[in-house]
Nanobody, 122 residues
Framework: QVQLVESGGGLVQAGGSLRLSCAAAGTIFSMNAMGWFRQAPGQQRQLVAA???????NYADFVKGRFTISRDNAKNTVYLQMQDLKPEDTAVYYCYADARSSSAPMIPLRYWGQGTQVTVSS
């Protein structure tokens, strides 16, 4: 099994910055893409940013130029550096990892973190 543990959420004023971290642990056979979704109250979960094992990134239009995703493959950790935060960025942020566990290396699965709250005050 693979577990994802997130950290770094909190309350920040508009224009401020936060850095989210998500560390994968467990019996990991291989790790492919990692990334972040977010979900605001009453809204659907939406992709924020993703990064594959080669370092190629993909961003939602609403965060381009403000958020930066990165990863440390040796630590199986993905980061989301968020700058110039806006009140509309307020949401629960969930990390994910597309991985194969050592117990089932032929079965790729998407694993999710527990979510971390980001609140941006105006």
């Amino acid at each position: 099994q693979v577990q994802l543990v997130e950290s770094g959420g909190g309350l920040v004023q508009a224009g401020g910055s936060l850095r989210l971290s998500c560390a994968a642990a467990g019996t990991i056979f291989s790790m492919n893409a990692m990334g972040w979704f977010r979900q605001a109250p009453g809204q659907q979960r939406q992709l924020v940013a993703a990064i594959n094992s080669g370092g190629n990134t993909n961003y939602a239009d609403f965060v381009k130029g403000r958020f930066t995703i990165s990863r440390d493959n040796a630590k199986n950790t993905v980061y989301l550096q968020m700058q110039d935060l806006k009140p509309e960025d307020t949401a629960v942020y969930y990390c994910y990892a597309d991985a194969r566990s050592s117990s089932a290396p032929m079965i790729p699965l998407r694993y999710w973190g527990q979510g971390t709250q980001v609140t941006v005050s105006s």
